[in-house]
């Protein structure tokens, strides 16, 4: 053999063994991190679990106490009518002139008006499939109609009552 074949098969030979300690390394790095991964809790254990450390009572504060419960009802029942729109009216006009009229006053966006009776194929798929529209949204040939007219927070109650009120008129 010549001298540079011999000197390729040591360093070769370098390169096998390097590659070699780092696989030997890996293996028992992740050896290692297997055993510090804690095992799954059955979900048996889970629920013991849960029932050791559930309540075993209440308490009754009495009088006092009640009115502080009757008093924090009713603060969170104001918090929730004040994330309603329009206050929580169920009054179909209020609501079409707060925020549908945007719309279907003049007709932009393909939405039908209240004027020459556009409504009536529409109203071919029924009220519900309408309803149903307006609550979710709609895209269609003749144009967009956003989900809850583009505003979250009004509920199905009252875009029933609003639908219901265009029909009307």
């Not at 009640?66 to 209020?94: E, H, I, M, P, S």
């Amino acid at each position: 053999m010549r001298n540079y074949d011999l000197e390729f098969l040591k360093r070769f030979s370098l390169v096998i063994l390097f590659l070699l300690a780092v696989m030997v390394a890996l293996i028992f790095a992740g050896i290692h991190l297997g055993k510090s991964i804690p095992p799954e809790v059955s979900k048996s254990a889970q629920q013991q679990t849960v029932n050791r450390i559930a309540p075993t009572g209440s308490v009754y504060a009495g009088a006092e106490g009640d009115l502080r419960k009757q008093a924090a009802a009713d603060a969170a029942l104001a918090r929730a009518k004040a994330n309603v729109a329009f206050g929580g009216t169920l009054d179909g006009k209020v609501i079409y002139d707060g925020l549908c009229g945007a719309c279907h006053k003049s007709g932009s966006g393909g939405a039908p008006t209240l004027a020459g009776g556009q409504f009536k194929a529409r109203l071919a798929k029924g009220e519900e499939t309408l309803i149903k529209h307006a609550i979710e949204g709609f895209t269609g040939a003749a144009g967009v109609m956003p989900a809850r007219g583009g505003n979250p927070s009004v509920s199905d109650e009252q875009i029933k009552a609003t639908v219901e009120w265009m029909l009307a008129q």
